[in-house]
């Protein structure tokens, strides 16, 4: 494998940094408040603050064991913080000053002394020297005190079990009681600068390792990084090996501003601006040092949006009126392509998202993510909105079921609607160009392949994988396809692509690929091993770039990617040995010596009973291929060939004359010699193998060798060639074999060998004797 589930740091390379070092706090928030946490410098940070509603709290965060990190990347637990002191220069505008009543106040969540759980609220303005916006606040852990007024209503904090503290922040026109939405929304900002921590164990041990580049980037978001500093992200990234580029989705639920929709919830209005104040200044901050690192960042827009958040006119509809929402908690509309004003909306975000590249000293490279017109789990379509019946004819036909049979006025609408989805974003491309002026600008669409192609729905790629989008509408095409590589259809997968070639017609210089990604932790050991096998072989398919998606399951998983062949630098165990594809030249008869081998550990007890444990699944073969020379032309053949492996290096293949058919030894081969497995209607590619024996007790033998021209197929008894062979003995069927369908196959095969020694002994008196020499190979395991 190339690569690794570290789940913690052993003997990885380690940093120390200053404890509450500002990289490394978060912010968190009930909605619909926003806010950000950026370092403004290497002992700062700056949080920006925007409140909806008369009752929005937003917390400034330092947990004591790091849940954000990857585990080889992480800083110690240590929640002891006595005789420790934290100080900092406070600053603030726009939020309850120091002073005020439900002013900046510092929680401390941990245990007393007995082990309970407790919370301290400390007023800070207790422990400011300055002025109610402008102080310097110093909180000196084992003197710490919570309580509005001192020492009156002193309630001491036991500071050597903390497990989290956090700052609070609210608006100046704060109640806990109250839900009144402001309009518009107050906008604040705090800054903690000059931060020291001083006294016992002021430090932390941070891991500090850095995985060489790898050939792979990564993608990720603002929906699971808005919490997080941009620079504890990119360090991550950095640190396990990531490199060139940077897939950036801003999001569906946090990054734009919001206005009161009259009826107690916050809706997008399109009349403010693209951002809200805070994601304004986190990507600002994210761009600029993604620059500095020498990076390059996609920024990526979909179609998707918050559906709480969400003017009901632009969003997408089924014919019966339902809105189209996805299956998250809770979850997002789609808009409508048709939608004047959601495209109009669209097209503000995208250029404003061209604009802070350009002023972040970046090419513009702006992504349009998973455009497509919503499908629903019962088959229905979501393109019966009032904006996008107007625009398909006023009155459009009805497709009940996406995956029945359609009439000619059905596909019709279909190819309807695939032309005003393509309409739709290739305006979004022509406004970001036309913003980058002449500044490099790069557009690229990002197809969900699942979804766009998926069989139970075979003419939904008329309107979601529209024409429209064919070469050079776009400048790169991105394609994803983890519901069916984590689900184990790999022939959906290569069909999927081959189809999504054939009709957009981008060649594989101008694709991405995106792999992944993990939902559930719980899933990790059984899908990473997919999903790196997945880039692997998207690098081997020579796309131009291939992304893992997404980093919050890489660093939830440890998921570790090491060097291998693709990258340049492969490790010993994924490295691709040499492989002569030749055939031992010499028909070397019966006169040869064959020897299988196991490897079996015999232990024998004090009392004279044995305890044997094999070792190998397999036997390995050992060949004497020397008696099988029989003249002084083939003692040639044999030494040039030699010369030509150059000893051990390089392997080649062996006919066995005893044994080389999967019927019997060395029988004709039928398409019903040997079980290769059986359907799960997922499973498109099965392993060459023979059995030796019957039922329970068969040894399997891996076949990596087989003769092409000998092959015969069959499912169920009948014989197919809807397949073709991959690379060691693999079959691929174009369609997987449906579930319970037995796979069988025949076929004649050699074995992979290598000479056993770097060194011929060739006597020329000798064999002129009769003697023959002694020609050792050994089998190669290729399967492993």
Same mark, same amino acid.
């Given at each position: 494998? @190339? ?10 390379? &380690? ?53 954000? !990190? ?21 600053? @603030? ?11 900046? &106040? ?80 107050? *906008? ?31 993608? *990720? ?35 734009? %501003?919001?206005? %009161? ?11 403010? %601006? ?17 620059? *500095? ?17 969400? %003017? ?31 495209? !109009? ?10 604009? +802070? ?7 513009? /490279? ?28 006023? @009155? ?41 002026? @002449? ?41 994803? !396809?983890?519901?069916?590589? &984590? ?5 959906? /997968? ?32 059984? +899908? ?47 490295? +691709? ?42 036997? /390995? ?43 019997? +030894? ?119």
């Amino acid at each position: 494998m @190339s690569f690794w589930l570290a789940n913690r740091r052993t003997v990885q390379a &380690t940093d120390t940094i200053q404890r509450f070092d500002p990289r490394f706090w978060t912010v968190d928030f009930p909605r619909p408040a926003m806010a950000s946490v950026v370092t403004t410098a290497p002992d700062a940070l700056r949080v920006d603050a925007v409140f909806q509603k008369a009752d929005d709290l937003i917390g400034l965060i330092w947990e004591s064991a790091d849940r954000w !990190d990857h585990p080889l990347l992480a800083y110690d637990t240590d929640r002891d913080y006595a005789r420790l002191t934290l100080s900092f220069r406070w600053r @603030s505008s726009g939020v309850l000053p120091l002073n005020a009543i439900n002013g900046p &106040t510092l929680t401390i969540e941990g245990r007393d002394a007995a082990g309970n759980p407790h919370a301290r609220y400390v007023r800070l303005w207790n422990y400011a020297v300055g002025t109610p916006t402008d102080a310097v606040v110093t909180l000196p852990f084992s003197a710490l005190a919570g309580g509005f007024l001192l020492p009156g209503e002193a309630d001491p904090v036991y500071p050597s079990d903390i497990d989290r503290m956090f700052i609070s922040l609210v608006a100046p026109g704060y109640s806990a009681t109250a839900t009144t939405p402001f309009s518009p929304a107050v *906008t604040g900002w705090a800054e903690l600068s000059a931060m020291r921590c001083s006294g016992h164990k002021p430090m932390l041990t941070i891991g500090d390792v850095m995985v060489p580049p790898h050939g792979l980037c990564m993608a *990720t978001g603002y929906d699971d990084g808005y919490n997080q500093t941009p620079a504890r992200i990119l360090r991550t990234i950095r640190g396990l090996g990531y490199r060139g580029s940077i897939n950036h989705y801003v999001g569906m639920s946090h990054f734009f %501003p919001l206005a %009161p929709d009259g009826a107690g919830g916050f809706v997008v209005d399109p009349a403010l %601006p693209a951002l809200n104040p805070a994601a304004e200044h986190w990507h600002g901050a994210f761009l600029s040092a993604a620059k *500095t690192m020498g990076y390059t960042v996609i920024l990526s827009q979909s179609y998707e949006l918050l559906a709480q958040h969400c %003017p009901p006119a632009w969003q997408q509809r089924s014919a019966d009126g339902a809105p189209a929402r996805t299956g998250w908690s809770p979850p997002s509309a789609l808009l409508s392509p048709a939608s004047t004003a959601a495209n !109009d909306w669209l097209r503000k975000v995208a250029v404003r998202l061209a604009g +802070m590249l350009t002023e972040a000293g970046l090419p513009v /490279r702006y992504q349009v993510g998973e455009p497509w017109w919503w499908v629903t789990a019962d088959r229905k379509i979501c393109l019966y909105d009032d904006a996008a019946k107007a625009a398909l004819g006023g @009155s459009p036909v009805v497709i009940p079921d996406l995956g029945a049979t359609l009439t000619a006025a059905q596909k019709a609408l279909l190819d309807a609607a695939g032309a005003l989805l393509a309409s739709s974003t290739i305006s979004l491309a022509a406004a970001v160009r036309t913003a980058a002026g @002449s500044a490099p600008c790069e557009t690229l669409l990002l197809a969900f392949l699942p979804t766009v192609l998926d069989p139970a729905t075979p003419e939904a790629r008329r309107a979601n994988l529209p024409t429209g989008w064919a070469a050079p509408a776009f400048d790169v095409l991105q394609l994803e !396809d983890y519901d069916w590589l &984590t689900a184990g259809f790999e022939a959906r /997968r290569t069909r999927g692509r081959a189809e999504a070639e054939a009709r957009l017609g981008y060649p594989r210089t101008q694709q991405h690929y995106l792999s992944g990604f993990v939902l559930n932790a719980a899933d990790a050991e059984a +899908m990473w091993p997919l999903i790196d096998a997945a880039v692997s072989e998207a690098q081997a398919l020579g796309v131009a770039e291939t992304f893992i998606w997404a980093l919050p399951q890489v660093a939830r998983d440890g998921f570790t990617r090491l060097p291998d062949a693709t990258a340049g630098a492969a490790s010993e165990d994924d490295m +691709m040995q040499p492989f002569d594809d030749v055939l031992f030249p010499i028909a070397i008869g019966r006169s040869a010596t064959v020897t299988p081998e196991f490897s079996t550990n015999v232990t024998i007890t004090a009392s004279g009973f044995e305890r044997r444990n094999s070792l190998w699944a397999d036997a /390995r073969l050992r060949f004497d291929v020397g008696p099988g020379v029989r003249s002084e032309a083939e003692l040639g053949e044999l030494i040039g060939f030699f010369r030509a492996r150059r000893g051990q290096a390089r392997g080649f293949r062996l006919r066995d004359p005893s044994d080389y058919s999967s019927n019997g +030894m060395t029988g004709t081969p039928t398409a019903l010699d040997q079980v290769i497995g059986a359907g799960n209607g997922a499973a498109a590619r099965f392993p060459l193998v023979k059995a030796y024996g019957l039922g329970l007790d068969a040894q399997q033998r891996r076949i990596t060798r087989p003769r092409p021209d000998s092959l015969l197929v069959s499912v169920d008894g009948a014989a197919v060639t809807s397949w073709t062979l991959d690379g060691l003995g693999e079959i691929v069927f174009a369609d997987a074999p449906a579930a319970g369908k037995t796979v069988r196959a025949g076929f004649l095969f050699d074995v992979p060998v290598r000479f056993a020694e770097d060194r011929l002994d060739i006597s020329g008196a000798a064999f002129a004797a009769g003697e023959a020499p002694s020609v050792p190979l050994i089998e190669l395991r290729e399967d492993a």
